[in-house]
């Protein structure tokens, strides 16, 4: 089976930047992605790496190590707007899902 | 459409009574999904579905649940005799393919009273 652990809750200060670290647990690996979704909304696609590495998208990194089965996103410049929960996410190679992770909730503060 | 559109966005319904939920994909998307959230949760996986047919419906929690799909567009979820454990907000997305990140609707949020 598959299994994604990330921290429940993160706070950071506005401006600052943040971590938010997931590990993967997979009997295969399609690659990791990354879900925004604000309280009461849709969750929007973020980023995805199939390879090691960093991806960076504006303000927004994500980073890859398949050899430890890790990966994180990296906020930088935090906004008030950034106040979300993240998921991290990836495919189950057995079929065609995508599993979730059970989120962060990050509180960004002033 | 542009988006995924889902309706109706909020449903109450009485214990016992029938619901359907329907997603209408982006234009073009051949991969559609359902998945369930509950209540501060994460995203439970019910349902995939690859044009018209569903290749993989091993996330539906028991037979009261089946879901189709038309056209290769328009989805409609069903939850017969429902229970209040169903209870949740049912998300629809759809992808052009199995690779790359999903474009999720708004939801229907589920209350079984």
């Known amino acids: 089976g598959q299994s994604l652990e990330q921290p429940s809750e993160v706070t950071a200060v506005e401006g600052a930047i943040v971590q938010i670290n997931c590990t993967y647990q997979t009997s295969g690996f399609y690659g990791l992605s990354w879900y925004q979704q604000h309280d009461g909304g849709a969750p929007t696609f973020l980023s995805y790496?199939?390879?090691?590495g960093l991806e960076e998208t504006g303000r927004f990194s994500s980073f890859l190590s398949r050899s430890d089965s890790y990966g994180y996103l990296l906020l930088q410049e935090l906004q008030m707007k950034d106040s979300a929960s993240y998921f991290c996410?990836?495919?189950?190679?057995?079929?065609?899902?995508?599993?979730f992770g059970a989120g962060t909730r990050l509180f960004v503060k002033a | 459409g542009a988006g995924v559109s889902q309706s109706p966005s909020n449903k109450v319904t009485e214990k016992g009574k029938d619901v359907e939920l329907r997603c209408d994909p982006i234009?073009?998307?051949?991969?559609l999904y359902w998945y369930r959230q509950s209540l501060g949760q994460g995203l439970e996986f019910l349902i995939y579905f690859q044009g018209n047919s569903a290749p993989d419906k091993s996330g539906l929690p028991s037979d009261r649940f089946s879901a189709e799909r038309t056209g290769g567009s328009v989805s409609t979820l069903t939850i017969q005799r429902t229970q209040q454990e169903d209870s949740a907000v049912y998300l629809c997305?759809?992808?052009?393919?199995?690779?790359?990140?999903?474009?999720f609707g708004s939801g229907t949020r589920l209350t079984v009273v």
């Open positions: 997305a759809s992808s052009l393919g199995q690779d790359g990140g999903y474009t």
């Open positions: 234009s073009g998307h051949t991969a």
């Open positions: 790496n199939g390879l090691d």
């Open positions: 996410a990836v495919r189950d190679p057995g079929g065609f899902k995508t599993i």
